[in-house]
């Protein structure tokens, strides 16, 4: 996926009120920008970040910037929960998901469930139907593994059991984690963090959900779908 303009570099100086930031431009001019992600964005916000921002100029727009990437050492990591559904269905369409290049037609936000939307519904008129559910990843605690979710997310939980249920509806259920960081080669679900959203996972897996992660390789010009990682096997045993 490229982005649409060049991207501007700058350095945090804050992110506060979930949906704002402050930072300073190449040039030293002081901005206030539009934040692309409602949750915590844990160990993505430290003042003085190297950060990449996309620019918009739309009337209806209170925040020309955006932010898009944040540099953590010498780690990428994009946090605009807007993309994780377009790189989901680049991988699927490159054949980096399991099978589900195979299903002749994706369509996007569809209804279902208990008044949700599920992020793609794939169809086959010999397999069915496939619902898949996208999150994104963005945390990192320990070198090599990529953690969900890193706040509490009732919504994620809902989402776990809504699939569930579409399994045992005869159907399949998907859950596809995308990982906007490259310097992870495992994937984790954090219990410590959400007990709630872990014991759903748990009862999701025992329903015949599956599970992908995928990682990306980032750059300020393009986020590109590098495969599946796996799974840490030991985190499901202290689900």
């Given amino acids: 996926m490229l982005f649409q303009t060049p991207l501007v570099p700058a350095i945090l100086v804050q992110r506060y009120k979930r949906f704002l930031f402050d930072a300073v431009l190449a040039d030293g001019s002081a901005i206030t920008g539009f934040c692309p992600n409602t949750g915590s964005m844990r160990g993505l916000t430290t003042p003085g970040s190297p950060i990449w921002l996309s620019l918009h100029d739309s009337p209806t727009r209170k925040h020309r910037h955006m932010l898009e990437l944040v540099e953590v050492g010498e780690t990428i990591v994009g946090v605009n929960t807007g993309l994780p559904n377009h790189i989901a269905e680049e991988a699927i369409r490159l054949g980096q998901v399991g099978d589900l290049a195979s299903y002749p037609v994706l369509l996007r936000e569809q209804k279902y469930g208990r008044n949700s939307r599920i992020d793609m519904l794939l169809s086959d008129p010999q397999k ?45 259920g998907i859950m596809l ?20 959203y872990a014991r759903a996972f748990r009862r999701a897996i025992a329903r015949g959900v599956e599970v992908f992660a995928v990682k990306c390789h980032l750059s300020p010009q393009q986020i590109v779908p590098d495969g599946l990682i796996a799974m840490d096997e030991p985190a499901f045993a202290d689900l």
Avoid: W
């Fill in 128 to 172: 069915g139907l496939a619902y898949v559910e996208v999150k994104n990843v963005h945390f990192s605690r320990t070198p090599g593994l990529g953690e969900f979710p890193d706040s509490p997310t009732l919504r994620g939980a809902k989402h776990l059991e809504e699939l569930g249920d579409m399994v045992e509806a005869g159907h399949r």
């Fill in 177 to 196: 984690y995308v990982i906007q960081r490259g310097d992870c080669d495992r994937f984790r679900i954090c219990g410590d963090l959400d007990p709630v």
